[in-house]
């Protein structure tokens, strides 16, 4: 079963991963993220093979216009689109995917990318755990509005590509001990009593593995064969902006810098492992699977374990809930496009 042990990661961390060379001159593009770090470093190489179209976010309009210049200037493409997103809001989420429909523009490849790390509990305006709802509800929202548009440049030789940025961190992330005698997985979590100290410590972490069952309870409800692959995908320990908190603690900061320096990934290496999933080839080979250094490798123990399904499963049901209640169309995507559960 599936662990993260410290021989596995140093040899992963120091593992040259392949730089991707697929044709995607037919192919419309979106990359989540991109203003710095992974996502930034996966929009810059996906713009250095000219894809037809390519559309990234951003956080806010200003952020939009710098990234834009950016990847523009780094990859010799011009006309890229740039858009903001924000996913500490539903409400951005739902009119990204508004103008997308509105434009009637189409995507072959969806990066979800947006990630938070913080110990700190907050809330959105949504009421919602910061980190939870970056990194998990509003990345949902997202991969199931986009869902129908990506069915529908899927083809039974070529599906379309539905990208998650995971991480390893989800190997160490806490059980949910005593998830069976909750009446809501999804309010316990985001409730600011269960949030403890401890539990926010390890937030980013369980964030990751949620991804992971996400998009293993959403694969296994597409079709066979499927129009859209999806995959969870992990970059590795790199160089990003990922833990600037630490940066307000001198000691905390001084530790970081030198375990970057001896361990990290360069970005640029870590983006190569989204760029791959999103575009060469043997995507249904990887459909529904975790992909560590752009292979398909094994979920951690407690995601493979009973204890871990139950939880993917009950988890799934009440994600569907929460986000249907945010917007009705996920509901009927659910019905229109992914088979149900039988009692």
């Given amino acids: 079963m599936g662990k993260l042990t410290v021989f596995g990661f140093l040899r992963e961390q120091w593992t040259e991963l392949p730089v991707s060379t697929a044709d995607v001159s037919d192919q419309s593009l979106v990359v989540v993220g991109t203003n710095v770090g ?49 996913l500490s809001s539903f409400d951005s989420v739902r009119s990204f995917v508004d103008n997308f429909e509105a434009k009637r523009y189409t995507v072959n490849v969806l990066i979800a990318n947006g990630g938070l790390s913080t110990m700190k509990y907050a809330k959105t305006p949504d009421g919602y755990e910061t980190t939870f709802q970056v990194n998990y509800l509003s990345t949902a929202l997202l991969s199931i509005l986009m869902l129908p548009h990506l069915i529908k440049t899927g083809t039974p030789e070529h599906a379309s590509r539905l990208v998650i940025v995971s991480s390893e961190a989800h190997y160490i992330a806490n059980r949910l001990k005593g998830a069976d005698k909750w009446s809501s997985i999804i309010e316990t979590i985001n409730d600011e009593a269960y949030c403890t100290s401890s539990i926010m410590k390890n937030r980013y972490h369980l964030s990751k593995l949620l991804e992971v069952m996400f998009i293993r309870e959403l694969s296994s409800r597409l079709p066979t064969p499927t129009l859209v692959a ?107 496009h992914l088979t149900q559960d039988i009692a």
């Fill in 230 to 336: 999806v995959s969870a995908v992990n970059p590795g320990f790199c160089h990003s902006r990922l833990t600037r908190e630490v940066d307000s603690n001198p000691f905390l900061k001084f530790s970081m810098s030198i375990f970057k320096g001896l361990l990290a990934r360069t970005t640029e290496m870590g983006s190569r492992t989204l760029v791959h999933a999103a575009i060469e080839p043997g995507e249904r080979e990887r459909h529904g699977h975790y992909l560590s250094s752009c292979e398909v490798t094994e979920e951690s123990d407690y995601t493979l374990s009973a204890e871990g399904r139950e939880v993917s499963k009950r988890l799934w049901h009440e994600t569907l809930k929460t986000l249907g209640d945010i917007d009705p169309r996920v509901n009927t995507i659910v019905s229109e």
């Fill in 38 to 86: 992974l996502g930034n470093e996966a929009a810059v190489h996906l713009a250095q093979l000219k894809p037809k179209n390519l559309l990234i976010t951003s956080r806010n309009e200003v952020k939009c216009e710098l990234s834009k210049t950016d990847v523009e200037t780094r990859s010799g493409m011009t006309g890229i689109e740039s858009w903001p997103l924000e």
